[in-house]
């Protein structure tokens, strides 16, 4: 990605190794995907992406190691890396190769293939994140029904997936009603149109619905929420769609809700974000990969992003970088 005139110019080129941001670890990159978090980067939206100098984009990657100059890993193993710097102030996924510090690198769980792990990447790490911490924090099936909004992008489908794995009942809250078979098919019990949820603006539901909520789109969604969580009911707060919280304490005080902030950025640290890794490939491994992951060939990245803005993409998308992918 180059910045021209201020704006952003996204084009392939043939680059050497020597091109790309240096790191001790260097891997062949097989898989990545394609976030929201990619297109703002790919489209200039946001200030988190190195403009002084082009940038080879990309915040997920995974592949194999080429070459250590750390003792931590070496040659032939595999690998997963997911956001710190990568993709925005350091050369990221969307490349043969990338370059990156030790401490970013994940060794691929077993279990996971390096296709299954970029089907996860950031998206699964959030939706793992979000159920590690419903736990941590009490919540059990039996509780009640918890409910997913964003239900049809790479969180929401994920984590649709990982609780219904996990035994809980899971209403899907969407704004696709043509997605409702597929949200059932991943694991939804009911699915609710978002608008319909948004409907009742009542600060305080009777009979509330949800034990649980996870909200990957913000705003007046997590109000929407807040207002519909049984006593003791925790909701798990990890999109930005919308940023402005206009709300009123009530549920939050009179019905003990637990807010539970959900960042997968460099603020999650290794051991526990070795552990969700650990966790994706065992106890919360999706049971629908292939409902959920769209693999598109490297040519079609461009094409792809804008799809993000439209708010027509569903589930993952999964970018086969490397010409001879291996897993
Ligand atoms: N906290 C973290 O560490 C972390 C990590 C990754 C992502 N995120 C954030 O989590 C959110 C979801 O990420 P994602 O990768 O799943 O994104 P995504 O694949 O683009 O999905 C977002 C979903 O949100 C819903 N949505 C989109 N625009 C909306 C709007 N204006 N109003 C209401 N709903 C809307 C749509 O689902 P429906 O059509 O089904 O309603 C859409 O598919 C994003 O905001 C992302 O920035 C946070």
């Excluded at 050497?16 to 941001?21: C, E, H, M, P, V």
């Excluded at 297109?39 to 997920?60: E, H, I, L, S």
């Amino acid at each position: 990605m180059h910045t021209i005139d201020g704006k952003p110019v996204c084009k392939f080129e043939q680059l050497t190794l020597d091109d790309i941001d240096p790191g001790p670890v260097v891997i062949r990159t097989a898989f990545s995907a394609i976030t929201y978090k990619d297109a703002m980067a790919a489209r200039g939206f946001g200030k988190n992406v190195r403009t002084d100098r082009p940038c080879v984009t990309g915040v997920d990657l995974s592949g194999v190691v080429v070459g250590s100059a750390d003792e931590r890993f070496r040659e032939g193993e595999q690998v997963v890396v997911t956001n710190y710097q990568l993709g925005t102030l350091h050369d990221g996924a969307y490349a043969d190769y990338a370059r990156v510090p030790a401490e970013w690198v994940v060794p691929l769980p077993k279990g996971l293939s390096l296709y299954e792990a970029m089907g996860l990447g950031t998206s699964g790490l959030t939706a793992a994140l979000a159920v590690d911490r419903f736990e941590k924090a009490g919540l059990k099936p039996g509780d009640g029904p918890v409910a997913v909004t964003g239900a049809s992008g790479g969180v929401g489908s994920l984590a649709i997936d990982m609780l219904a794995g996990k035994g809980y009942e899971v209403v899907a809250i969407s704004g696709k009603a043509e997605q409702t078979d597929y949200l059932k098919a991943i694991g939804a019990a009911r699915v609710i149109a978002r608008d319909d949820f948004m409907k009742d603006k009542a600060p305080l539901v009777s009979a509330p619905p949800f034990a649980g909520a996870l909200d990957n789109v913000g705003g007046a969604m997590l109000d929407r929420l807040a207002a519909n969580l049984m006593p003791n009911g925790k909701v798990a707060v990890a999109g930005m769609v919308g940023v402005e919280l206009t709300t009123t304490v009530l549920p939050l005080v009179l019905r003990s809700i637990d807010i539970l902030g959900i960042n997968v950025s460099r603020q999650l640290k290794m051991p526990e974000r070795r552990r969700l890794w650990e966790r994706m490939a065992t106890d919360l491994k999706p049971r629908h990969f292939d409902r959920i992951c769209r693999p598109i060939a490297f040519t079609e990245l461009d094409n792809t992003m804008d799809s993000f803005f439209k708010v027509s993409s569903v589930g993952r998308v999964v970018v086969e970088v490397g010409s001879k992918a291996p897993g």
